[in-house]
Every structure is written in structure tokens, then in C-alpha cells.
């Protein structure tokens, strides 16, 4: 008996899959999706509005080092008649032993070529050239460059995904970094002119049944945006090389390749899988739904009317306002209901309405990125839109229950959420750097997220993001090694540090990680033995060794511009009793101007702008020493704020948002809490730290605040 079960996978949200899964459901079909299991705020909230269409939804899918872990799929290959898959999934799935012996659902009937070749865009360029189809000049990647401009390709992607116009091997090197492969990974392309084209159809065991060529049109304000509309024409040379390149393949499935025409059609990319547009086509008479049931074994009629030279709607995406999305959605819904059915249909609406309002010019915007819990993150969050700014927020996906409940209810404080980081214990990921850049007017980042990003592409091509200008190196806002040495090189007082596998010439000394925050891996030791200890618990990461200063420590917070300081104020940090070395939990302002006047000449030194906090501590001369810099918004702000310092207000001030607020002089001798310390009890530890936090941070944050410390209470 034939499997009534079609399996569909992907790692996002995505229109063709809506419109598949209605249609197939109106066919009597049952369809299973999975999808990836770290989805962001505004993916849930797509794939749940799906799940109406679908009979069964599984978010489980992760990665696994760079590819998708592929196993939850395994259990149903026996028992479904297809499974249609993006391609980063594919490329995995189909070189698995079980896919291997799952033949009824094999997409290549030619001996000799892999079921993985059509996922890999080297292997089958190689192939279509064979079969005499025209590929623009494709090169392995080596040592030298070619000169004139290439496309660099990742061998498996998909929508423009690791692709890139290059002309110098620095420019190879750095997409290689962005893509986080290598050279082996990759291939170049010459660039070729002309008219993109795409050949949309279904084939069995390399015999196209239908296929219709068409070109797609993307949103005018978002030209490399899906495709909002589509127009249907004759181009008998595509078509001709479309069947070439099946039957090559002995192919069987959907499909769509994309071709560039500048008077020749070159072949590009080869899509094995239903595609975005596919919806449209049938819409237009071309019944890629018929002959993709006859390979299931329905019974199928060829069609011959098609909508030539006519533009049909292909996607809700696209619309600047709600009034537009829900007439674009309504349109579309009515001309592919009678192939998706009611179900898909209203969910089309839907999702258009939700399309019109996240297109809407969200006005200033500013991006915070963190890969740890990060309680400065959600305050600065929760008191920028209470000042009117948008605030996107880039995070890890969460590893837990517990740590997706944190993540929602932190939400609050952020306008959208993005999971682009992924955390490797020694380093961060960051997926997408560019969406990270995109749009906003700062960034503000952990340490750990900075040293991930700035090496890219997308933030060396947004010099407006960078706190210090080009003659200064980057990585002194995030190596505490580099910057404490170049600090000493300029004259500023600084503790002594050991050289790489150098020994410290008296104890104790302070280890921590050479790039880190919160005062996590941040140890004392009194010993050779204790500092060999310490060393090995940092595992991969680099170590610093830094001379143990006895004296008291002070802190000074402020905001600077080009390397002048706008205001700041020292203040002593008061540590939790349960974590001595990690974040204050408050915060005593104090008097001591030679503090400021370090830090004025530090923040001077690096031409430093943006929100900063500068570690000092007295040595036994009493003289204060800079051991670390925080060039981001910091822990204990609200402390500072609440005292009298506007740091949100010069925030502003410095990305052209207001005026330059008055600057008030800190009383010193002053107490105010920033955190919860578990040891307190919770009946005086919480009104005491939102004592006025409503006018800092906004009743958003106060609620995510309040919701972290009571969590923090229970935990003990």
C-alpha cells in the first residue's frame, strides 16, 4: 500500500511550504513538517499560525556543528511516499545510510551519481556541462585569485545563501571567515550579464512532465527579497536545457533552475524541491501539482492552457502598510485557494497582515547582542523604548525550557528578537551578521559577541557602528590581554602582566578569560599550583595573568563621544555575597578624581564613543591601575542613572536622538542596589532594587526585572 504521508522540512517559515501542505491535505494527504527547534520570537509566531494546515508539526530539528542533525527524519522515511527538503537539510539527509536504503524516495535514477550530487552546486555544474548545457567558466578555489570579478559559491546553499562577488583573495579569505568553511567548501564562478530567468517543473526518472519558464519580480524596496510576482513566457532555449540536464540526472521531483540569458542561457543553480513560486505557476495553468501526484501514483491528465506573458501575484511579502498587505493577501488567497484550500488560504491573510506591520519603518533603531544571560542587556533594552527607540534584540537559541521562558519574558524589553548566535564554549558564531548590521544605529554587544562579528564583512562595511575610528584596533574592546599592554604602552598606569607561558614572579595573581565579561572564569590564585589549576579550568580559552592589586576598587561609568568624555562617575562596586568576583549588586558613588581622570585619558586615547565602563584598583602605592575595560553598556548603569548621571539621555545625545542632557555632579557616599543578591530575603531585596526603576527602565523592564530576580530567589 502507498504511503499516504509526505514529509516536509525546512528550518524557517516559508510560503511554498504552506501552499504544498494545503494542497496535498485537499488531496487527502496527511503532512508532517519539521522544522529547527531554535526558532526566533517572530518564526514561532509564523510556524504557529502554520500549523493549522499541517497534521502534524516538529520543531526538533538542530545543528550539529555546521550541518543540521538530520535523525528525527529517519523514523519516517519507510513510512512516507516523499520527503520535499530545503537544502541544507537534503544535502545531509540524502548521503545517510538510511536515506540510502529508502530508494523508493531517491530523486536520481542514473547509476553512478550520488544522491547528494544535487545538492552540491560544484558537482552538478560539472554534470549539466557534460550534458551540453552552457555553465558559466567554474573553477575550484586555489591559491591565486584569477584577475577580474568572480562569484565565490558555497557548494551547498540555497536563496542567495553563500554567494558572493569577489576580486581579490582577501575578499575570498574574509566570505570563507563570513561562511564559517573553507576553500574546499567553495568554488568560483565567471560573472555573466543578462536576464535571470527560472525554469520551473516536475520531472520522473529524468523526463520533464511539465515545465513553464518564467521570470520573477521581487518588491521594489527589497530587490533581493523573495519573489512577489512572477510572468510566465516562452524560452524554448531554457526549456531545452532544462531537459537536458534532467535527463542527465535520470531526475525525479520538483524542481526550479535559475539561468541567466545574455544571449546564451547559462545554467546556475538547481533547486530539487518544490519552490517558492510554485503556487503561482499552477495558478497559471501550468499543473506542477498533477504531475508531482502522478509520481505518488495518482492518475494525472497533462494540461495545456497556460497564462502566457501575464503577472501573477506569487507571495504576500512585499506590502509597506496594513492596508496594502491585506489587499495583497486577499488577492492572492482568492486565486489560490481552489489549489491550497481554505485553510492555507486564511493563513496567507494572516501572515500578510503580520508582513504589513513588520515592514513599517520602525523609525531609530538600536541592536543588542549577547550570548549570556546579560542583565544590563534587558534594562538598556526596557529604558530605550521607554525613551521611543525600536531595540532589536540578537541572541543564543536557548538550550532549555528554563532558558526559553527567560528568553520570552526578557522579550518585553525588546521590539523583535533574532537567535543568529551560537554559542562553541571558545568562541561565538554569529549566523548573520549582516542582519545583525542592518538598519540600526549601534550595536551594542558582549565581548565575546564583538570578537565574533568584527573580523566580518558586514561590520567592517558599516564603519558607523564602530566605536573607534580606523586608526585604532577593534580588538582592544574586547581582548583585555592587547588592551591592558597598549594602555601601558601609553603612559597609563596598569597592572603587570605575564607573557604567554611566562611565570609570575610573585603571588597571588588574577586569571580570567582574554576575552569575557560578568567576572565569569575570574580567579585568585595564591599558588603556582592554583594558577596551573586555573588555567587548565579555562580549557581552550586564552588565559591573562594579572598582577593581584590589594587596594580598594573603583569603577567609573559615563559615556563618551569621539574620545571626550560626556559625563561619568566613579563609583565602588558592592559584590553578591555568593558570587564575590561576578557582577555588583550594587553600587556606592564615591569621590575620586584621579579614577576619572584615567579614565578620561583612556576613553581620549582610543577616541571612544558609546556607553563605557572602566576597572580600577588601587596598588599597594595607593595609585589606581586600569585592569579591564567594559566598552559597552554596563552592569551597573541604573545604579548611575538613578543617581543623577543621564547616561541613556548622552547615549542619545550620541547617536543624534536629543540634545546633550545637563550634567549633574554625583553626591558621593550614596548607595543604590542594581541586582538581587539570593542571600537577602525577597520582601527587601526587590522593592529596594526597583525602588524609581520605572522612570529608568520603563514598566517593561521593571517586569523583566522583577520576573529575573524572583527566578533568581526561587533558584536560591
Known amino acids: 500500500m502507498t504511503p499516504r504521508t509526505v514529509v516536509l522540512a525546512d528550518l524557517s517559515s516559508w510560503e511554498a511550504w504552506l501552499?504544498?501542505?494545503?494542497?496535498?491535505r485537499r488531496e487527502g494527504f496527511d503532512v508532517v513538517r519539521f522544522t529547527r527547534a531554535d526558532l526566533g520570537r517572530t518564526q514561532r509566531v509564523l510556524v504557529g499560525m502554520e500549523r493549522l494546515v499541517f497534521?502534524?508539526?516538529?520543531?526538533?530539528?538542530r545543528f550539529a556543528g555546521a550541518d543540521v542533525d538530520v535523525s528525527p527524519l529517519f523514523a519516517w522515511l519507510d513510512r512516507s511516499a516523499d520527503v520535499q527538503m530545503v537544502d541544507a537539510i537534503g544535502a545531509v539527509l540524502t548521503g545517510t545510510g538510511q536515506w540510502d536504503a529508502s530508494r523508493r524516495l531517491h530523486r536520481v535514477h542514473v547509476p553512478g551519481i550520488a544522491e547528494t550530487a544535487i545538492y552540491d552546486k560544484w558537482i552538478y555544474t560539472q554534470l549539466a556541462a557534460e550534458a551540453g548545457v552552457t555553465v558559466p567558466n567554474s573553477r575550484e578555489l586555489t591559491d591565486a585569485l584569477p584577475a577580474g570579478q568572480w562569484v565565490l559559491k558555497g557548494r551547498v546553499g540555497s536563496g542567495g545563501d553563500r554567494v558572493r562577488l569577489v576580486s581579490s583573495n582577501q575578499e575570498v579569505q574574509q566570505a570563507l571567515r563570513d561562511w564559517d568553511t573553507s576553500a574546499s567548501q567553495s568554488f568560483i564562478q565567471s560573472k555573466v550579464g543578462g536576464d535571470l530567468w527560472n525554469v520551473g517543473g516536475v520531472a520522473h526518472e529524468g523526463e520533464v512532465l511539465v515545465a513553464a519558464a518564467y521570470r520573477a519580480f521581487s518588491a521594489p524596496d527589497d530587490p533581493e527579497g523573495p519573489p512577489v510576482d512572477i510572468q510566465i513566457e516562452p524560452k524554448p532555449d531554457q526549456i531545452e536545457a532544462t531537459r537536458r540536464f534532467v535527463a542527465a540526472l535520470g531526475y525525479s521531483g520538483p524542481f526550479a533552475i535559475d539561468f541567466l540569458d545574455d544571449g546564451v542561457a547559462h545554467?546556475?543553480?538547481?533547486?530539487?524541491r518544490f519552490f517558492g513560486t510554485w503556487a503561482a505557476m499552477q495558478s497559471a495553468g501550468v499543473d506542477l501539482l498533477g504531475a508531482y501526484l502522478s509520481i505518488l501514483g495518482r492518475p494525472w491528465t497533462p494540461s495545456t492552457t497556460v497564462i502566457d506573458a501575464a503577472r501573477i501575484p506569487s507571495s504576500v511579502t512585499g506590502q509597506d502598510s496594513l492596508g496594502a498587505a491585506w489587499r495583497?493577501?486577499?488577492v492572492l488567497s482568492r486565486r489560490l485557494e481552489p489549489t491550497v484550500g481554505a485553510r492555507a488560504s486564511a493563513v496567507m491573510r494572516l501572515q500578510a497582515?503580520?508582513?504589513?506591520?513588520?515592514?513599517?519603518?520602525?523609525?531609530?533603531?538600536?541592536?543588542?547582542?549577547?550570548?549570556?544571560?546579560?542583565?544590563?542587556?534587558?534594562?538598556?533594552?526596557?529604558?530605550?523604548?521607554?525613551?521611543?527607540?525600536?531595540?532589536?534584540?540578537?541572541?543564543?537559541?536557548?538550550?532549555?525550557?528554563?532558558?526559553?521562558?527567560?528568553?520570552a519574558g526578557e522579550g518585553l524589553c525588546f521590539d523583535e528578537s533574532h537567535l543568529v548566535l551560537r554559542d562553541f564554549e571558545t568562541h561565538i558564531e554569529v549566523t548573520d551578521p549582516a542582519a545583525v548590521v542592518a538598519g540600526h544605529l549601534?550595536?551594542?554587544?558582549?565581548?565575546?559577541?564583538?570578537?565574533?562579528?568584527a573580523p566580518t564583512s558586514a561590520w567592517q562595511d558599516n564603519p558607523h557602528l564602530h566605536h573607534v575610528p580606523p586608526n585604532v584596533d577593534e580588538a582592544l574592546l574586547y581582548d583585555k590581554d592587547l588592551f591592558v599592554r597598549w594602555a601601558g604602552e601609553r603612559g597609563l598606569p596598569v597592572p603587570r602582566q605575564c607573557g604567554l607561558g611566562e611565570q609570575p614572579a610573585t603571588f597571588p595573581v588574577i586569571v580570567k578569560p582574554v576575552t569575557g565579561y560578568g567576572g565569569v572564569g575570574v580567579t585568585v590564585c595564591h599558588s603556582a599550583e592554583e594558577l596551573a589549576a586555573a588555567i587548565v579550568d579555562l580549557g581552550d580559552k586564552q588565559a591573562v595573568v594579572q598582577e593581584f592589586l590589594p587596594g580598594?576598587?573603583?569603577?567609573?561609568?559615563?559615556?563618551?563621544?569621539?574620545?571626550?568624555?560626556?559625563l561619568a562617575a566613579p563609583y565602588e562596586p558592592l559584590a553578591s555575597r555568593s558570587h564575590p568576583t561576578g557582577p555588583p549588586v550594587a553600587l556606592r558613588t564615591v569621590d575620586a578624581p584621579e579614577a576619572v581622570d584615567v579614565a578620561s585619558a583612556a576613553m581620549r586615547a582610543l577616541e571612544y564613543t558609546g556607553p563605557f565602563c572602566l576597572d580600577l584598583v588601587a596598588g599597594a602605592d595607593g595609585r589606581m591601575r586600569i585592569v579591564d575595560l567594559n566598552a559597552r553598556v554596563f552592569g551597573s548603569w541604573t545604579g548611575l542613572q538613578r543617581a543623577g548621571l543621564d547616561l541613556v539621555g548622552a547615549?542619545?545625545?550620541?547617536?543624534?536622538?536629543?540634545?546633550?542632557?545637563?550634567?549633574?555632579?554625583?553626591?558621593?557616599?550614596?548607595?543604590?542596589?542594581?541586582?538581587a543578591d539570593p542571600h537577602d530575603r525577597l520582601s527587601s531585596s526587590l522593592p529596594r532594587v526597583m525602588s524609581d526603576m520605572v522612570a529608568v527602565v520603563g514598566v517593561r523592564g521593571v517586569l523583566c526585572q522583577s520576573a529575573q530576580i524572583v527566578a533568581k530567589h526561587s533558584r536560591g
Open 19 to 24: 501552499h504544498l501542505a494545503g494542497a496535498l
Open 55 to 61: 497534521t502534524q508539526t516538529h520543531p526538533v530539528l
Open 267 to 272: 545554467l546556475l543553480d538547481f533547486n530539487p
Open 328 to 330: 495583497r493577501g486577499r
Open 353 to 407: 497582515l503580520a508582513n504589513g506591520r513588520s515592514r513599517r519603518d520602525p523609525g531609530p533603531s538600536v541592536a543588542i547582542a549577547y550570548s549570556e544571560p546579560w542583565l544590563a542587556a534587558l534594562q538598556w533594552g526596557g529604558a530605550l523604548r521607554h525613551a521611543g527607540v525600536h531595540v532589536a534584540r540578537y541572541a543564543v537559541a536557548p538550550l532549555s525550557r528554563l532558558q526559553s521562558l527567560r528568553q
Open 442 to 453: 549601534d550595536v551594542q554587544m558582549t565581548e565575546r559577541v564583538l570578537a565574533a562579528i
Open 552 to 566: 580598594r576598587q573603583v569603577n567609573v561609568g559615563g559615556v563618551a563621544h569621539e574620545g571626550r568624555v560626556l
Open 651 to 675: 547615549y542619545l545625545y550620541t547617536l543624534g536622538l536629543g540634545e546633550m542632557p545637563a550634567v549633574r555632579t554625583v553626591r558621593a557616599g550614596d548607595e543604590y542596589d542594581v541586582d
